[in-house]
């Protein structure tokens, strides 16, 4: 296994500068999200405000990926590509999926949105799988274990009946879009790694309203979905590990996820 890269404040700098632009692409293309768009069309307005920006969308062409970035609905997991067929429509959930490299650094972070009026069910897994994920941030300082990010989301899901994705996790980021440490979102105690000032690393938790299991689509390679057509919802940030605690890179404030 490599090691963990404990960045300089010169590559944090960095990373937190495409962090926020990735934050921001979220931001932009909440004003877009809604009934009747196709995710083809979403992605095209990502790409280009990434470029305006002065910055490359990460998920293009990365290991054949063809779009600029995920959108993921309803029982997709992880991984949706962006098509004209795919239109949004009420009672949708959705997630999207924004990787930017800017001047050679990378910033990930996604965010869920509703369509109209969904199922109670389904607005209360949006609203507990964002909790998860903070759940998750909380356990972020020096000297504490990655395991116990995992455990936290764990522990507050499974007391919800949810099934936490295993087969896909978050991880280290910055000077390249995938880097050490894997980031598990359900966890034992007090395992895995031991967080140091410095680090920066994707936390991303996929929560399923039924089993925990993907599989993922035979004709295009990419589309993770829940196994047994439930629904699935995400939230993710880039996180960096500070001298007493954690900075949220990605956040940038508060967006109308609801449309």
């Given at each position: 296994?490599?090691?963990?890269?404990?960045?300089?404040?010169?590559?944090?700098?960095?990373?937190?500068?495409?962090?926020?632009?990735?934050?921001?692409?979220?931001?932009?293309?909440?004003?877009?999200?809604?009934?009747?768009?196709?995710?083809?069309?979403?992605?095209?307005?990502?790409?280009?405000?990434?470029?305006?920006?002065?910055?490359?969308?990460?998920?293009?062409?990365?290991?054949?990926?063809?779009?600029?970035c995920c959108i993921s609905l309803n029982d997709?997991?992880?991984?949706?590509?962006?098509?004209?067929?795919?239109?949004?429509?009420?009672?949708?959930?959705?997630?999207?999926?924004?990787?930017?490299?800017?001047?050679?650094?990378?910033?990930?972070?996604?965010?869920?949105?509703?369509?109209?009026?969904?199922?109670?069910?389904?607005?209360?897994?949006?609203?507990?799988?964002?909790?998860?994920?903070?759940?998750?941030?909380?356990?972020?300082?020096?000297?504490?274990?990655?395991?116990?990010?995992?455990?936290?989301?764990?522990?507050?899901?499974?007391?919800?009946?949810?099934?936490?994705?295993?087969?896909?996790?978050?991880?280290?980021?910055?000077?390249?879009?995938?880097?050490?440490?894997?980031?598990?979102?359900?966890?034992?105690?007090?395992?895995?790694?031991?967080?140091?000032?410095?680090?920066?690393?994707?936390?991303?938790?996929?929560?399923?309203?039924?089993?925990?299991?993907?599989?993922?689509?035979?004709?295009?390679?990419?589309?993770?979905?829940?196994?047994?057509?439930?629904?699935?919802?995400?939230?993710?940030?880039?996180?960096?590990?500070?001298?007493?605690?954690?900075?949220?890179?990605?956040?940038?404030?508060?967006?109308?996820?609801?449309?």
């Open positions: 296994m490599s090691e963990i890269i404990i960045k300089n404040a010169e590559q944090i700098e960095g990373i937190r500068k495409s962090s926020q632009l990735a934050g921001n692409t979220l931001k932009f293309i909440s004003d877009y999200v809604k009934e009747g768009v196709n995710t083809l069309y979403l992605d095209t307005l990502i790409e280009k405000y990434i470029r305006d920006n002065g910055a490359i969308p990460a998920p293009l062409n990365y290991h054949g990926f063809p779009k600029s997709v997991i992880c991984h949706g590509i962006p098509n004209e067929k795919t239109i949004l429509k009420k009672g949708d959930i959705l997630n999207v999926d924004v990787t930017t490299i800017l001047d050679g650094y990378y910033g990930d972070t996604s965010t869920m949105f509703t369509i109209g009026e969904v199922s109670k069910q389904a607005a209360k897994l949006v609203e507990d799988t964002e909790h998860a994920l903070y759940l998750g941030i909380e356990q972020v300082k020096p000297g504490n274990y990655f395991g116990n990010i995992g455990f936290a989301i764990g522990r507050f899901a499974k007391a919800k009946k949810y099934g936490v994705v295993y087969e896909f996790c978050g991880h280290g980021i910055g000077m390249d879009f995938h880097e050490e440490p894997q980031v598990e979102h359900i966890a034992q105690r007090n395992s895995g790694e031991v967080m140091q000032e410095g680090m920066i690393f994707t936390i991303e938790p996929m929560i399923n309203l039924g089993k925990a299991r993907a599989k993922i689509d035979e004709k295009d390679g990419w589309t993770a979905r829940t196994i047994d057509k439930k629904l699935s919802a995400q939230f993710e940030h880039t996180i960096l590990v500070t001298k007493d605690g954690y900075e949220i890179l990605t956040d940038v404030g508060e967006y109308d996820i609801f449309k």
